[in-house]
């Protein structure tokens, strides 16, 4: 990316990274935990000895319900419930085996939801999701409700390294900051920003 007159190197050292963990890292970290099979493999559930059997049957209580799990609006409807994290890993499997017919009705929900596991889930998915539905979520991003929801978006984007939103991002950056001041959203979209250097 050509860095435009805004996005110089100033800009850069006058807005560094934040060292502390903020939404994109915990949204990063969430990803690559449900994402990468090596990863996935080491924090298997049969590697955790102090998991409780009661907890180990729950898990796999879930992981096949979601692998049965025959339509989109079903597993939907399951990523609003309270699962084990560990079963996480199967939610973004089954989405994206499922992804025509999970994204469209994951994109709607996402725009009214504010329930913060969900809109972490489906970030998680979307991060892996097909360029087209990218593209619909850019193009919906200002009718999304929620800012939390919002700001993992700016994470996804910048992770497929869709600089062409460039100008939301910087937009976005200066509007959580204005906004949002106890929150640290802004950190969301200067994350992407970083990332497009």
Known sequence: ????RIL???????????DEITYPDMLITKY????????A??????????????RLKKIDQETDLIENTATAEELIRLMRKNLDIVSHKAI?????AMQDDFMPLAIERYMRSRQDTFLELCACVFIDAET???NRLYESYHDIKSPYAQALLCVVFGMNDMTETTQLLLD???RFQKYYPDEDY????LHSLHLFR
């Not at 110089?8 to 934040?18: E, G, S, T, V, Y």
């Not at 802004?186 to 979209?189: E, G, I």
Request: charged share 30%.
């Open 1 to 4: 990316m050509q860095k435009s």
């Open 8 to 18: 110089n190197d100033k800009f850069f050292r006058d807005n560094p990274l934040n």
């Open 32 to 39: 690559f935990s449900v994402s990468v099979q090596e990863l």
């Open 41 to 54: 493999e080491e924090i298997d559930k049969t590697s955790l000895p102090f998991f409780s059997d009661e």
């Open 92 to 96: 973004y499997q089954k989405a994206l």
């Open 132 to 134: 087209k539905y990218l």
């Open 172 to 174: 976005e950056y200066h």
């Open 186 to 189: 802004y950190c969301c979209p």
